[in-house]
């Protein structure tokens, strides 16, 4: 008899006590989980646990446990998705007074860590419990904890079943950590820091940046903390080798392993884009320069018809590159082009980015179009109430007959304006021997709704009291005046291309984001409905803003040698944090606070749009007002009058700690947060958190590509002054106004390597997850919630639907441009699960994945 119930026992993976599959009081479960490499796999030393959560173990005050421990034995494999999975089936025994089960414990007692997607429990033919757990288990003797997942049920804090009220607090109190010492891999501590660690001042003067984030004259967001010893000058943190990814991230803000495969695997196939022109221009002598657009074009861009010889390339790149290296670079190239994919911007035309349209189009369809706004005084002013230097002679008779009084009141001035926040910074930056103006750009609204510029103006500091000098330039499309024209449009479009990495897209975007990410894992249980609301929007964020901190903001990184602003490139978003309100993130203020948009409270969003056609405008009004109707409805299912929130005490120290501590240079700032006191106060929060974290970050971030990829649309830093009229340099622009301007632009390898890097970054990877979708079915056995959710992608395959027929309008000039690239940018692309990846253009991820 007791060999019997040994066999049962290994049978059936129990550890005590043991039971068969007949057996009445036995509880099958499926546990699914994702290795980390093929050779590795849980074992029997790995077991799990149940906690009821409506019987409580009047010895502990917690939930009873089920008896003994069941281990994992004999998984199959399995596939979800794309994914490559392991299957296990066990069986628990569960007494008859143990009631329903709220909580599983882990418990690793094997040598790898481990990735636990979910666990099902089948307690009858129609009836099971689901555990969406999605994150990594580490072995025992490194963590010296046990992990607890809670099943898929909402609860506000003081609905919180008895049973599970203590394992609730005790798994947010385990998250905080006690904001001491290192991080190692396998703790999952959030805590916040300060940026410290851009810098390497043991390198060197080089290599000092101030620290961000704590101080009046530094206010920045807050990052998640790693513990790392400082530097000798004891403010600095130190910085561990990049070749690694040795860096400290909570294990579950990972990317996963295939996601990780994939963004390496992108990165080398950039890096051979990038060393092939550089290897041919080191062989050919063409150090600095591209000597024409044709060159540029012909050099960089893929075509068939004009291959580079790559075993001629290849035994020369042999020499340079380590042996692993190059075998990784081979292999690259013979999978994919080895030029660059021709970008967007010239595909159709090669001189459509030249003309003065498409200039003002990119303004409300490019890469950084929330920074336009209307115009509301002439001329515009500026700090301390200076004046411009444009004139009304500059700009009369171009007005269709108004005035300019008229055409202001009308809205049909509008102003890109890169002038205040650059000009006390300039003069540190033009030290570093870059050539670069602040710009103030004043355009008009045609009939067409297209826009015409009207003037430039670029101004340069003259000395450390604030007193400046501007040149204005006027539009020509002919002779030494039409060349000028160009040279000034492209420092403008430098200015444009610094505040849209720098601000729009790191600032605005990516650090703003992460404190909210750190709060919400801190105060917000898995089992709260908000942290199942939100989650999604926080995929990866905190890893690829490690990453940007390791190689591309960092002291010398990646954007400090393309970028203008270079060494005082944070320093400078700094001093725009400043201004920063995160109430004016909505979409409706934020057009409202530009002048585009009026309040209309019988428009869904609650705006009217005064520029019909702004491509951005139009469609992110339409995604917004679909993300606000799905928070609505969310959370008046769970949250039934405001007195509901204001004793909700998670939700409740979860934005006091956003606002003092997250953000705490902002905590004195009245105007830059609501107080949660209110359900409609709760959905601007919220519906602005997921509109940052998914539509915000897609319209900025994933046509970078497709605009920036052609350097010339988007330069990132000049070399050049625009010339004076008599000086040397003007005769040299006479002879040869196209070489001036290439010669102004930035050298070869900055170019390059400036294209590799947005390469990178405008690509989807295969496991993106796009807003509207997620990743199981089972996230939440609300079936109310899920008919919402259901709802709420329906209504963004509407949204997709009318952006699909404004790019059939005609008449909406401005989705198409003269470069004839459809707006595509706020195209949820919800059907898109695990489909087309790579630069699409279009897509909506969920978070700040990229």
């Not at 199959?76 to 009631?99: A, N, Q, W």
């Not at 967001?221 to 943190?237: I, M, Y």
């Not at 330039?473 to 610094?498: H, R, T």
């Amino acid at each position: 008899m007791m060999q019997g119930l040994a066999k049962l026992r290994q049978k059936f993976g129990y550890i005590s006590p043991p039971c068969t599959q007949q057996d009445e009081h036995a509880t099958k479960a499926t546990v699914v989980i994702s290795r980390k490499s093929r050779w590795q796999k849980p074992g029997k030393k790995t077991t799990f646990r149940l906690y009821s959560s409506s019987h409580v173990d009047i010895n502990t005050g917690r939930g009873k446990l089920s008896p003994g421990e069941v281990s994992l034995r004999k998984g199959k494999k399995t596939k979800h998705g794309s994914i490559d999975t392991l299957t296990y089936r066990v069986y628990f025994i569960l007494e008859p007074d143990f009631g329903i089960p709220g909580a599983i414990v882990v418990k690793n007692g094997d040598r790898d860590e481990f990735f636990l997607r979910f666990v099902t429990l089948e307690l009858s033919e129609s009836s099971s419990i689901h555990f969406d757990c999605n994150s990594w288990i580490y072995p025992f003797k490194k963590t010296n904890t046990d992990r607890v997942f809670f099943f898929n049920t909402s609860f506000l804090p003081r609905q919180t079943p008895l049973a599970l009220q203590d394992l609730r607090q005790d798994e947010l109190i385990s998250l905080r950590g006690n904001g001491r010492g290192e991080r190692k891999e396998w703790e999952r501590i959030y805590d916040y820091d300060r940026y410290n660690d851009l810098g390497e001042p043991d390198k060197g003067q080089d290599h000092v940046r101030p620290v961000l984030g704590g101080s009046k004259a530094y206010p920045y967001p807050r990052r998640g903390r790693t513990g790392r010893p400082l530097c000798s000058d004891r403010a600095t943190e130190t910085r561990n080798k990049i070749i690694n990814l040795d860096f400290y991230v909570p294990p579950d803000e990972r990317f996963s392993p295939i996601k990780l495969s994939e963004f390496i695997s992108n990165s080398i196939q950039a890096v051979v884009h990038f060393v092939i022109p550089e290897l041919k221009s080191l062989f050919q002598g063409d150090l600095l320069n591209f000597e024409s657009l044709d060159r540029i074009k012909r050099d960089l861009y893929y075509d068939e018809r004009n291959r580079v010889i790559e075993g001629i390339v290849m035994e020369k790149l042999k020499v340079f590159l380590p042996n692993d290296l190059f075998k990784e670079v081979n292999k690259a190239i013979k999978e994919h082009p080895i030029k660059f994919p021709v970008p967007q911007v010239i595909a159709a035309d090669d001189n459509a980015w030249r003309t003065d349209e498409e200039f003002g189009r990119e303004m409300l369809a490019g890469l950084n179009p929330a920074v336009i706004r209307c115009l509301e005084t002439f001329p515009p002013v500026g700090r301390g109430e200076r004046q411009s230097s444009i004139t009304a002679s500059h700009i009369e008779g171009k007005l269709d007959g108004l005035t300019i009084e008229q055409a202001i009141d009308d809205h049909r001035i509008l102003i890109l304006d890169h002038h205040d926040y650059l000009m006390p910074y300039l003069r540190r930056i033009n030290a570093q021997g870059v050539c670069v103006y602040a710009s103030r750009t004043l355009l008009f609204v045609k009939r067409d709704r297209t826009l015409r510029p009207l003037v430039i103006e670029l101004s340069l500091p003259v000395d450390e009291r604030g007193e400046e000098i501007s040149r204005v330039f006027l539009p020509a499309s002919q002779g030494p005046d039409g060349a000028l024209w160009q040279l000034a449009k492209a420092q403008v479009a430098v200015n444009d291309s610094g505040h849209h990495q720098l601000i729009s897209h790191w600032l605005y975007t990516h650090a703003t984001v992460e404190p909210f990410i750190i709060a919400t894992r801190r105060h917000l249980s898995t089992m709260h409905p908000i942290y199942k609301l939100i989650d999604p929007h926080f995929k990866d964020t905190m890893h690829i803003n490690s990453l940007a901190r390791s190689i591309l903001l960092n002291a010398g990184g990646i954007l400090e040698k393309t970028m203008f602003p270079g060494k005082y490139a944070l320093e400078l978003s700094s001093t725009i944090y400043e201004s920063w309100r995160f109430t004016e993130q909505a979409l409706p203020k934020d057009l409202v606070k530009r002048g585009l948009a009026e309040e209309d409270p019988d428009e869904p969003s609650g705006v009217r749009l005064l520029l019909k056609d702004y491509p951005y405008g139009a469609d992110g009004l339409d995604v917004w007002t679909a993300i606000q109707e799905w928070v609505t409805n969310y959370c008046e299912h769970f949250y039934h009058d405001d007195q509901a929130i204001i004793t909700d005490i998670e939700i409740q120290a979860w934005w006091k700690e956003i606002c003092q501590i997250g953000h705490g240079d902002k905590r004195s700032d009245d105007e830059c947060w609501l107080p949660l006191d209110s359900l409609t106060n709760l959905v601007q929060v919220l519906t602005t958190l997921i509109w940052i974290a998914s539509a915000l970050h897609a319209a900025i971030n994933f046509g970078q590509y497709g605009y920036a990829g052609y350097p010339p649309n988007r330069p990132t830093r000049c070399r050049k002054f625009i010339p004076a009229e008599g000086t040397p340099e003007y005769a040299d622009f006479l002879r040869d106004p196209d070489k001036y301007y290439l010669e102004m632009l930035p050298d070869r390898f900055t170019t390059t390597l400036g294209i590799a890097l947005i390469e990178v970054l405008s690509g989807h990877t295969a496991d993106e997850v796009y807003l509207g979708q997620r990743t199981s079915t089972t996230w939440t056995n609300d079936g109310e919630v899920l008919r919402m959710f259901q709802e709420f992608g329906q209504n963004l395959r509407r949204v997709e639907n009318g952006i699909e027929e404004r790019n059939k309008n005609p008449r909406l000039k401005n989705r198409w441009g003269p470069a004839k690239i459809p707006y595509t940018l706020l195209y949820p692309d919800i059907s898109n699960m695990g489909g087309e990846k790579g630069v699409t253009g279009k897509g909506i991820p969920n978070s700040v994945s990229i």
